[in-house]
């Protein structure tokens, strides 16, 4: 299996960083194509935890190249950070970094209109600039870290930027704005000095290359700009939709991949949006607490609910998922009845579809299935054996629903812990 995918089945946080880090052992390089810092992708190694925002989850293995692909908006200011604060904890990776010369730059004035935004109609945004910089390069005014190379073309691309970023604060938002042209310039362009080394055509490498590919998805496929819950999405394809523009490379390329989605075994979200399932009292939060679900980028609680299979499925066939990874089961374990939501209601009828309209989907009333808890310790295990029967009938409800195998559960957040179900690689080394 030379080229795999992962990406997230739900509203992102499924716990791929640590799917990933597990799987991209076994794989030569690692791929990030879409979405920019808003992504938190948690990994713990040897007991310490390392939270990534830019940089793929990939080259935590010191064998992995690590490639940011054109899909993705970097913010250099982040990237640096990143680069030297996995460089003092002893580990290299500027040698094993590849930068597309296509991506686009995340600006400060990006992020000051992201918050402007956020004022007028709250998304609940991550405020890193997402969207702003990603309104820039679809409306032709983004700047390329290419065009760095280029002094001159990038002052007057920055100065003509920030012209028109001050006239929609002042003049629209009847805001200050005190960003200096010249103070961005000289930050943006000692930053690239530093890694321009590091910046090549990631199209041509990667059509090249005779290494196998780990393809890591950031958010997940219900935050897709066109296939999530629009408006409150992100501002990229967070789906499988984003590969082939996220990296240059044609869908023929990706007809031999094989595609996993990860999903927990409940559901959460984070910012505003319809999330039919949710759970607003107390049993929403008790998965928060056992859980621990607080924003790895923002801190923010994120909210809970029972498992969604209508939107799971919808997820399987958007992405054409070959396998899902569960995470997070224990969650359950101590719970006395499981919810999972097999249809919804709309207008008196039922549907078992995920409705595009932004009105549907946030009137439809879930439709549940109730399952006896399997009260019994699941976190931690290693072996299938171990797995309680209550567990088992759980999976097997998903995979009936969902139409593919589960492979994999992640049993806590390190990195040993997990089972396979279905092992889908040959494993070179056995975790101890
Ligand atoms: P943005 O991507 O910062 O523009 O935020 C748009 C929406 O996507 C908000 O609801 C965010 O909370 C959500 N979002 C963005 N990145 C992530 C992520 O990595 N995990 C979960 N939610 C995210």
């Given at each position: ?5 992962i ?8 716990g791929k960083g640590k799917i990933v880090d597990l799987l991209s052992e076994?794989?030569?390089?690692t ?8 992504a938190g992708h948690t990994v713990v190694v040897n007991g310490e935890k390392f939270i990534l925002h830019?940089l793929p989850t990939g080259i935590l293995h010191?064998?992995v190249?690590g ?15 990143e680069?030297?604060e996995l460089?003092?904890k002893?580990l ?124 890591e ?79 790895s ?30 995470t ?82 992640s049993?806590g957040p390190k990195r040993e812990e997990f ?14």
């Amino acid at each position: 299996m030379d080229k795999l995918v992962i990406l997230g089945a739900q509203w992102g946080d499924e716990g791929k960083g640590k799917i990933v880090d597990l799987l991209s052992e076994h794989y030569d390089i690692t791929v990030r194509y879409q979405g920019g810092s808003n992504a938190g992708h948690t990994v713990v190694v040897n007991g310490e935890k390392f939270i990534l925002h830019l940089l793929p989850t990939g080259i935590l293995h010191e064998h992995v190249i690590g490639v940011i692909a054109q899909g993705m908006v970097v913010d250099l200011e982040v990237l640096k950070e990143e680069i030297e604060e996995l460089e003092r904890k002893g580990l290299p990776v500027k040698e094993r970094l590849v930068i597309s010369d296509r991506v686009h730059l995340v600006m400060p004035y990006h992020k000051v209109l992201d918050a402007l935004f956020e004022k007028k109609r709250g998304i609940g945004t991550t405020l890193r600039g997402i969207g702003p910089a990603y309104m820039f390069k679809y409306g032709r005014k983004g700047i390329r870290i290419s065009d760095l190379y280029d002094e001159k073309r990038f002052y007057s691309l920055l100065e003509e930027n920030i012209d028109f970023v001050k006239n929609i604060c002042e003049k629209v938002f009847c805001e200050k704005f005190e960003l200096d042209v010249k103070e961005i310039y000289e930050k943006q362009l000692s930053i690239f000095n530093e890694i321009k080394e590091n910046v090549k055509d990631v199209f041509r490498f990667l059509t090249r290359t005779e290494k196998s590919v780990l393809f890591e998805g950031a958010q997940g496929t219900l935050l897709d700009i066109d296939m999530g819950t629009y408006p409150y999405v992100t501002s990229s394809n967070s789906s499988a939709l984003g590969l082939s523009n996220g990296t240059g490379l044609s869908p023929k390329y990706f007809s031999d991949a094989y595609l996993v989605g990860v999903a927990k075994a409940y559901l959460t979200r984070v910012g505003e949006g319809p999330f039919p399932t949710e759970l607003k009292g107390e049993l929403g939060e008790r998965l928060r607490e056992l859980g621990g679900e607080y924003g790895s980028t923002t801190g923010r609680p994120r909210r809970c609910g029972w498992l969604d299979l209508v939107a799971l499925r919808y997820a399987v066939e958007v992405n054409g998922l070959d396998a899902l990874i569960i995470t997070k089961l224990d969650v359950l374990d101590s719970f006395e009845e499981i919810k999972v939501c097999v249809a919804y209601e709309l207008d008196g009828k039922v549907i078992d579809y995920f409705p595009a309209s932004y009105t549907d989907i946030s009137r439809v009333k879930p439709v549940y299935k109730t399952l006896k808890g399997w009260k019994k310790n699941t976190k931690g295990i290693r072996n299938i054996s171990e797995l309680p029967e209550g567990a088992r009938e759980y999976i097997r409800l998903i995979e009936e629903f969902t139409g593919v195998p589960v492979i994999m559960l992640s049993t806590g957040p390190k990195r040993e812990e997990f089972v396979w179900l279905r092992e889908i690689l040959k494993t070179k080394r056995s975790y101890s």
